[in-house]
């Protein structure tokens, strides 16, 4: 504490320090580094905003797709055609509305700056709530499907219903 109380009494009996050699103060204009910290500062929230919306796509994909595919190994003897085209139909449709949300996503804007840029006034956006709730819908949609999907196999089991009914909450357990 005395160190500071120190440093406090020099500032004010002789002013603050002087500019190094060479350097001429100019209180009138600074330069400021603000609007270069800000500019970078939004290009790393764009790029990093880019990255989450390129990984999001393939992530669902690959998390639904392991699931689909366990069911497809877990049920593979004695499963109907019917079960297989079922999940086979519902990897489609992921992929499909997965694949065409990511370049939704990723050609957001026209001109592409005017995601980031809210004073380009040419140019359109699509509409991202819309965007958001559609994909939000197809999601959960599917979702159901993955969960339902696996009830009529296990039902077909030869156990007890208790185990039955474990069995079925269990696949639904996983799908959350």
């Not at 400021?32 to 990093?48: E, F, Q, W």
């Not at 992921?94 to 592409?112: D, E, L, M, Y």
Request: charged share 10%.
């Amino acid at each position: 504490m005395e160190f500071l109380a120190t440093l406090v009494r020099r500032q004010n009996a002789h002013g603050s320090s002087k500019p190094p050699p060479g350097v001429k103060p100019n209180f009138i204009d600074p330069v400021s580094k603000g609007p270069t910290i800000i500019h970078g500062s939004i290009a790393l929230i764009v790029l990093g905003s880019l990255f989450v919306i390129a990984m999001y796509s393939p992530a669902i994909i690959c998390v639904k797709f392991s699931i689909l595919l366990l069911y497809l190994r877990i049920f593979s003897h004695g499963t109907s055609r019917h079960f297989r085209l079922y999940v086979y139909a519902i990897m489609a449709f992921v992929f499909a509305f997965s694949f065409a949300g990511f370049w939704v996503q990723i050609f957001a804007c026209i001109p592409q700056d005017k995601i980031w840029d809210v004073t380009i006034q040419r140019g359109h956006c699509v509409n991202r709530n819309g965007m958001s709730i559609a994909s939000s819908v197809l999601n959960i949609f599917t979702d159901i499907l993955m969960i339902l999907l696996p009830i009529p196999m296990v039902w077909r089991l030869q156990m007890p219903v208790g185990q039955k009914l474990s069995v079925i909450f269990m696949f639904g357990i996983a799908c959350l």
